[in-house]
């Protein structure tokens, strides 16, 4: 590393010597303290790099070393369980608050791993080849793969034990080959195929797998004003949803928030292997008070995480809360660069930052043959629920969902607060497709009549509220009333409660299917001179309250508060 010396600082923009050894998104140490950098840009002879840390201090002369490598990850079985910053530096035990310089030397190789060859000496293997397997925390078994770019024989493998992560466990056409794996953090991780037969990614949340669903490698863009109830969805997702691996991005959100994910998951069960939750999870957690351009680093972080873990094999799903304040972030690094601004002060190249990201979602076929998939989900926080501003008209332009949620709703105590006008799913068409080859038609024609019946719903309203429900007709008062049965007694889900908290698809189904069978019976008793009064009058408690009081996977608990309340309409005369 050549010395260089710093020029100016302004915020984290800091701008040096060119050294003649440095290159774009380099690491760079500024000060005596080594506060880390990465360049951004290289103009003459003055390198302009974003610092990662708090630069107060830093002056004009202090020292500067490129470090002539590009910024990246440590990636091992210690990720599993851990907390980390945007540069993916341990958080545990480094005290209240990190001084400049001193988490880069911080390393999660101190543990030791249980190693398990699976190929002997001398065997040819190919890239994404696996050499063995390490047991993480929890049930998950990981794979040690063979590096991108290599192939050949085995040259040795180490024998069965436990072995830190740094430690060199196979030798492969003379590449030494680790527990561990060092890789670019702006770089995708190689892949031999994308795409392939589309599988739903189930979230436990009924107004998303009934009728917004996501495909596994799909992406989501989540936006709504505050108090919509944004952080409380994607934590849900982060709980229940039946990926493997959750990545989970607190991006400028507020401190408090992230100790409540920490804390939750910490404490809770996993459904599907009796574990605690959070060993098949990793939190990149950059609070607002917590720097600035680590945000913009923790992004990608975070993606390249999800994609080691994808390369195992594994379905990992990417949570970002909120990509409006790693939008924020660039902003304002564009604006002490003097770069020209774009709408609403944005740099220039906001939409494609925002692609790049997106686009490291997929399905894949791995280079070892496996299948795995990477799903983004990305919290967007427009300023006063302006869903027109740029972030959130970029993001929709990138990814396959939407679920938009609506403050009328949040208000109303509607949780989730998804708007079922305001969103959409690119991927309930090839989800469609593959049920419908796999025998289930049910499920299309489930999701159509729901939809139908929100929409029919909603029409009638604006005119409710102006003349009145008594004013229509009797079959527009049913309509209307099949409206508020599916909003309350399937869409509607209390986080709090434990027999709601997660619907399995089984019960997803049974619900969507006892309301609509409901629906038809009051269309059925006002259709034989049975006054939509009287209809209104009937206490539909038994299938309101069936999400609640039954448990996740019990249909039928479902079923008999079905027959109780057909049993009930048909008593009227």
């Not at 790099?49 to 990246?72: F, I, K, M, V």
């Not at 543990?111 to 050499?131: C, M, Y």
Request: proline fraction near 6%.
């Amino acid at each position: 590393m050549r010395p260089s010396r710093v020029l100016r600082v302004a915020g984290p923009l800091v701008e040096m010597e060119y050294a003649g050894d440095t290159a774009m998104h380099d690491v760079v140490s500024l000060g005596e303290s080594g506060i880390p950098g990465e360049v951004v840009s290289i103009s003459g002879g003055v390198v302009t790099a974003q610092s990662y840390e708090y630069t107060g201090g830093l002056a004009p002369g202090d020292a500067a070393r490129s470090h002539g490598e590009p910024l990246s990850a440590t990636l091992g079985p210690g990720l599993l369980g851990g907390v980390f910053d945007g540069l993916l530096r341990p958080l545990s035990g480094s005290g209240d608050w990190l001084l400049p310089g001193a988490a880069t030397r911080a390393r999660t190789t101190d543990r030791s791993w249980s190693f398990a060859p699976t190929v002997g000496e001398g065997v040819q293997v190919a890239e994404g080849g696996v050499l063995g397997e390490v047991r993480g925390r929890g049930p998950l078994r990981l794979r040690v793969l063979v590096p991108p770019g290599v192939s050949g024989a085995v040259n040795g493998i180490a024998s069965p034990g436990r072995y830190r992560q740094d430690a060199v466990v196979a030798v492969v056409d003379g590449a030494e080959v680790r527990i561990s794996a060092v890789w670019p953090i702006r770089r995708p991780r190689p892949v031999r195929a994308r795409g392939g037969e589309p599988e739903p990614l189930h979230t436990g949340q009924r107004v998303i797998d009934l009728l917004f669903p996501v495909a596994r490698g799909g992406t989501v863009a989540v936006p709504g004003g505050f108090g919509t109830g944004k952080t409380m969805l994607l934590q849900q997702i982060a709980k229940w949803c039946d990926a493997d691996v959750i990545v989970y991005i607190g991006c400028g959100e507020r401190g408090n928030e992230m100790a409540d994910v920490i804390a939750e998951l910490s404490t809770l069960e996993d459904p599907r292997t009796g574990g605690r939750l959070a060993d098949r999870t990793v939190t990149v957690a950059n609070t607002s008070n917590m720097p600035l351009m680590a945000r913009e680093a923790g992004i990608h972080t975070g993606a390249t995480v999800a994609e080691y873990f994808r390369d195992m094999g594994l379905d990992t799903v990417v949570i970002a809360d909120s990509t409006s304040r790693w939008a924020e972030a660039l902003r304002e690094f564009a604006s002490r660069t003097g770069s020209l601004p774009a709408e609403e002060g944005y740099p220039a190249g906001l939409a494609s930052a925002i692609a790049a990201f997106y686009e490291r979602a997929g399905a894949v076929t791995t280079l070892g043959g496996h299948r795995g998939s990477v799903t983004v989900i990305g919290a967007v926080s427009p300023p006063g629920g302006d869903l027109t501003e740029p972030v959130t008209a970029h993001t929709e332009r990138f990814v396959r969902d939407l679920w938009s949620l609506d403050r009328d709703l949040a208000y109303a105590r509607h949780y989730p607060a998804l708007s079922w006008a305001g969103s959409f799913s690119r991927d309930a068409a090839p989800l469609t497709a593959r049920r419908m080859a796999a025998g289930e038609p049910a499920w299309s024609t489930r999701r159509d009549r729901l939809a139908a019946v929100l929409a029919e719903a909603d029409r009638l309203t604006d005119l409710v509220d102006l003349v009145g429900i008594t004013a229509l007709p009797d079959p527009e008062r049913v309509s209307v009333l099949a409206g508020r049965l599916v909003r309350e007694g399937v869409l509607q889900q209390n986080a709090l409660s434990a027999n709601d908290a997660y619907c399995g698809p089984d019960k997803a189904a049974a619900l969507a299917d006892a309301v609509l069978a409901v629906i038809d019976r009051c269309r059925e008793r006002v259709g034989s001179d049975v006054p939509a009064a009287a209809v209104e009058a009937v206490d539909f408690g038994p299938v309101l309250r069936a999400r609640e009081e039954v448990g996740p996977h019990d249909t039928a608990g479902v079923a008999a508060r079905r027959d109780t309340m057909l049993a009930r309409l048909e008593e009227l005369r």
